[in-house]
């Protein structure tokens, strides 16, 4: 059984930071690449950062500067340090996994999801 659970979501004032975090079990651990996407109300999913085993990682561009993805190999858990939030970094927050790629943000690359995390920046 194949598991991803995320946690550290909440609510922050504009500019304020958060770090997001999820832990892998079972077939999910080990995967070459993992990201964290999200869902904000009214939108489609969209990739926000992704890392493959080696480190290599991309991100989109309205993140680039605020956003840090990084993983703990050993105890296969992977974070995103957010920075600078801002009122449309509102979203529900998910961890993927794939094997497929490198360090892709496109949602047909991963085939393990966690259940979510709510971010709610306020202006």
């Known amino acids: 059984q194949d598991q991803l659970v995320e946690s550290g979501g909440g609510s922050v004032q504009s500019g304020g930071s958060l770090r997001l975090s999820c832990a892998a079990s079972?077939?999910?651990?080990?995967?070459?690449?993992m990201a964290w996407f999200r869902r904000a109300p009214g939108k489609a999913r969209e990739g926000v950062a992704a890392i493959a085993a080696a480190g290599y990682a991309t991100y989109i561009d309205s993140v680039k500067g605020r956003f840090i993805i990084s993983k703990d190999n050993a105890k296969d858990i992977l974070f995103l340090q957010m920075n600078g939030l801002k009122p449309e970094d509102t979203a529900i927050y998910y961890c993927a996994a794939g094997s497929y790629g490198l360090a892709p943000l496109y949602p047909d690359y991963y085939d393990s999801w966690g259940q979510g995390t709510q971010v709610t920046v306020s202006s």
């Open positions: 079972g077939y999910a651990r080990g995967r070459t690449n």
